[in-house]
């Protein structure tokens, strides 16, 4: 008969689990398995040692027998005592027995009787089935149980240091052991009643009869041994019925030659079947007809080898549903080494079963997910090492997961970009931190492609990292809306600057004819030194120089407008921000006394030095100017004035501010005049400040708007310093005047 237990749990022995990890599937614990095929083989065999110790050994009486079993109990179970009380005498040697360890005083053995009175009461029927007490300075955990029917007959008890005392196969054995001890006693009373009663019928038969039949020896011999052989298998077959019975798990009791002998009640109350017809269990419905074959098969090999055996089948329940049971069968082996018996025991795994397919099922959704997500996903060990790559991943890098794993993905990187992404990986790893880079991925046709790598660390629950898990975006579409951004706003720039010249022709004009005038003048005053009899030639030399001079101002005009109007790459280099400043003044000057404003400089002496693009920045300041020149065009009743600051601002930056005195603008508008082809002007094309921001965010700074306390608005940027060096004040005192007013530098 092969059948599996109901929900068996061998004491001692936890349920194995095992960490979620990719791809893993529950497994049954081989190792588990047979150790609690092993603890449970050792239960049995201490359970065949009590049955068949004898209650009396040859010349021996009772009480040595019981003292023995007691013996044996402390022997097996490594208690500290085992104590017997009787409450009525039955015709044994002594009225309470006493067994401890070696290691026990002999003084505490004699008064342990008293001991236990002492500490559980004089009462045996209400002593507690278990309890810690002290005894001779020690503290004992205490098991007792009742002999005969509600502790009419006496009280075991057993006593050990241990705190976890007894256990649950500690209590199947001691409990095993006193109904043996109470079939003894019940046995020595019935032997002595019938001893009683057959010398009454003799003596009875002999005063009526005066005759007594003889027997021959040889024929009572033979009536003895017949009577002791039946008793002995009568007896035999109770003790098998109580082993079976007594294991609180669902079992069954083979035969050497592979027949059912025995099961005990959760078995019979699994299967709704009789003993009998469970013999027949390999023709039944017991086992699932899927699962018969392999069942039988897995048995007849066990009789045959004498090895143990394990399988997983199908079993029906009563009501006919059929749930999985782990079955093990191990043989039970006399002195000699030979098989008397299996034992086969019977676990229910149908949860277990379930808990399976629920996680291959989750698992297989979860790939699903991860394989659908239209990005590169992966996983890495804590030494950055990959051990898992979705499927869109290994199809695109066009690698085996095998191929990959570990550090086979560097192949696909590009190798200009492999580097910098493994110095970044090393990077992240070593802050314990979330973290990305950029790079170039081999697609499977060998073109490469821009991807944004991210990683996220795995913390287990005291914050340490057991992993990594990382996503691959592709940006080659974002890479190159970027590089057509910058050369859309490069283009901007320029269309910027071009725009302007329109309105910087006069100026420009005006700047060149004034050195121009200067080189005519000097060159006509040199002609007529030279003509003077005698020559003025030190006048002359004099002369020639300043025509040199305004020559070299005229030259320098030029470049400076050459630089601001030509698309050339930028140079970045340390900035005077204040001659900057002046440069972009002088070529307003025009415009400024055309609209009759009045301008004022704030030039701060102790400026620090910027690192930039000098005609980038010149064209951000020119911007603002002009901007601010048109806001105030249509002021008629205040007087038109425009500040201009330098200043050092926070951070070690320095800030540049327009200020001016025009109708100012919606604050809620605020973000909006820096949108491109945002305006608010009728002729304007609403790109100059887009192009302005942008200038200044690749300087690494600021550009903001914000309404005047009065009137007008103010434009300031703030860009980092460079270095330490500080920008004298130039033309310190000097004044300048512009339109109707006469200002200060300050």
């Known amino acids: 008969m092969i059948t599996r237990v109901v929900g068996l749990k061998p004491p001692k022995c936890q349920p194995h689990t095992r960490a979620p990890c990719q791809r893993s599937k529950m497994v049954v614990n081989s190792e588990h398995c047979a150790e609690e095929g092993g603890h449970l083989r050792r239960c049995i065999n201490d359970l065949n040692k009590i049955f068949e110790h004898p209650p009396i050994r040859d010349g021996g009486t009772f009480s040595q027998g019981l003292s023995d079993l007691l013996d044996l109990l402390v022997e097996l179970l490594q208690l500290d005592?085992?104590?017997?009380?009787?409450?009525?005498?039955?015709?044994?040697?002594?009225?309470?027995?006493?067994?401890?360890?070696?290691?026990?005083?002999?003084?505490?053995?004699?008064?342990?009787?008293?001991?236990?009175?002492?500490?559980?009461g004089q009462d045996l029927q209400w002593w507690p089935s278990q309890q810690r007490i002290a005894i001779g300075g020690r503290e004992i955990s205490t098991s007792s149980l009742q002999l005969g029917i509600e502790g009419a007959t006496g009280t075991l008890v057993t006593g050990s240091a241990r705190v976890e005392f007894p256990e649950e196969t500690e209590r199947l054995r001691l409990r095993i052991a006193s109904v043996q001890i109470a079939k003894w006693l019940q046995d020595a009373r019935l032997s002595k009643e019938r001893k009683r009663a057959s010398e009454m019928i003799n003596r009875e038969v002999a005063r009526r009869t005066g005759d007594i039949i003889a027997i021959s020896?040889?024929?009572?011999?033979?009536?003895?041994?017949?009577?002791?052989?039946?008793?002995?298998?009568?007896?035999?077959?109770?003790?098998?019925?109580?082993?079976?019975?007594?294991?609180?798990?669902?079992?069954?009791?083979?035969?050497?030659?592979?027949?059912?002998?025995?099961?005990?009640?959760?078995?019979?109350?699994?299967?709704?079947?009789?003993?009998?017809?469970?013999?027949?269990w390999n023709v039944i419905d017991a086992v699932h007809r899927d699962d018969l074959q392999s069942t039988i098969r897995a048995w007849m090999r066990a009789v045959e080898s004498g090895e143990p055996y394990e399988i997983e089948s199908r079993h029906r329940r009563r009501d006919g549903v059929y749930r999985w049971f782990h079955v093990r069968g191990?043989?039970?082996?006399?002195?000699?080494?030979?098989?008397?018996?299996?034992?086969?025991?019977?676990?229910?795994?149908?949860?277990?079963?379930?808990?399976?397919?629920?996680?291959?099922?989750?698992?297989?959704?979860?790939?699903?997910?991860?394989?659908?997500?239209?990005?590169?996903?992966w996983s890495a060990r804590p030494d950055g090492s990959a051990e898992f790559f979705n499927q869109h991943y290994l199809d695109y890098v066009g690698l085996s997961s095998e191929a990959a794993r570990d550090w086979g993905w560097t192949a696909a990187v590009h190798p200009d970009d492999l580097s910098d992404l493994a110095s970044a990986w090393q990077s992240i790893r070593t802050s314990r931190e979330a973290g990305e880079k950029e790079a170039r991925l081999r697609r499977f046709d060998g073109m490469y492609r821009w991807f944004l790598f991210r990683a996220n660390p795995l913390r287990d629950e005291v914050g340490n990292v057991v992993g990594w898990f990382?996503?691959?975006?592709?940006?080659?579409?974002?890479?190159?809306?970027?590089?057509?951004l910058r050369n859309t706003q490069a283009k901007l720039a320029h269309m910027a600057r071009v725009m302007t010249m329109g309105e910087l022709t006069a100026s420009i004009a005006h700047e060149i004819s004034q050195p121009l005038s200067g080189i005519v003048t000097n060159a006509s005053t040199c002609l007529r030194m030279l003509a003077a009899d005698p020559p003025n030639v030190p006048g002359a030399r004099e002369t020639a120089r300043r025509t040199i001079r305004d020559g070299n101002r005229a030259s320098a005009i030029i470049g400076r407008l050459r630089a601001l109007f030509n698309r050339k790459a930028p140079v970045t280099r340390p900035i005077d921000l204040n001659e900057a400043t002046r440069e972009v003044v002088a070529l307003s000057l025009d415009r400024l006394r055309r609209d009759g404003v009045n301008l004022r400089t704030e030039l701060a002496e102790d400026l620090p030095v910027v690192a930039g693009d000098r005609v980038q920045l010149q064209q951000v300041i020119l911007n603002l100017v002009q901007n601010a020149l048109d806001a105030m065009s249509a002021i008629d009743d205040r007087a038109r004035e425009l500040t201009i600051r330098t200043q050092r601002d926070e951070g070690d930056r320095v800030r540049l501010s327009v200020e001016d005195s025009g109708p100012g603008f919606d604050p809620g508008a605020v973000e909006k005049l820096f949108d491109a082809f945002y305006t608010t002007k009728n002729e304007g094309m609403g790109i100059g400040l887009s192009v302005s921001r942008s200038i200044i965010e690749n300087h690494h700074g600021h550009l903001w708007a914000a309404p005047n306390h009065g009137l007008g608005a103010t434009f300031s940027f703030s860009i980092p310093r460079n270095t330490e060096g500080v920008i004298g004040a130039h033309d310190r005192g000097g004044r300048t005047t512009f339109g109707n007013s006469v200002t200060r530098n300050s």
């Open 81 to 120: 005592f085992a104590y017997v009380r009787f409450e009525d005498s039955i015709g044994v040697d002594g009225f309470e027995i006493t067994r401890t360890a070696q290691a026990w005083d002999a003084l505490l053995s004699l008064e342990l009787g008293r001991l236990l009175r002492e500490s559980l």
């Open 217 to 280: 020896e040889e024929r009572r011999q033979e009536i003895v041994e017949l009577r002791r052989v039946v008793e002995s298998l009568r007896v035999r077959e109770i003790d098998i019925q109580l082993v079976v019975d007594a294991i609180p798990a669902p079992m069954a009791i083979m035969t050497a030659e592979g027949q059912l002998e025995a099961v005990n009640r959760p078995v019979l109350e699994y299967f709704g079947r009789s003993v009998e017809e469970l013999k027949r």
């Open 330 to 377: 191990f043989p039970l082996l006399d002195t000699d080494g030979s098989i008397v018996r299996w034992c086969v025991l019977q676990i229910d795994i149908e949860d277990r079963k379930r808990a399976e397919n629920a996680l291959r099922s989750s698992e297989r959704n979860l790939n699903l997910i991860i394989n659908t997500i239209p990005a590169l996903v």
């Open 470 to 484: 990382g996503l691959n975006t592709d940006i080659e579409d974002r890479k190159r809306a970027e590089e057509e």
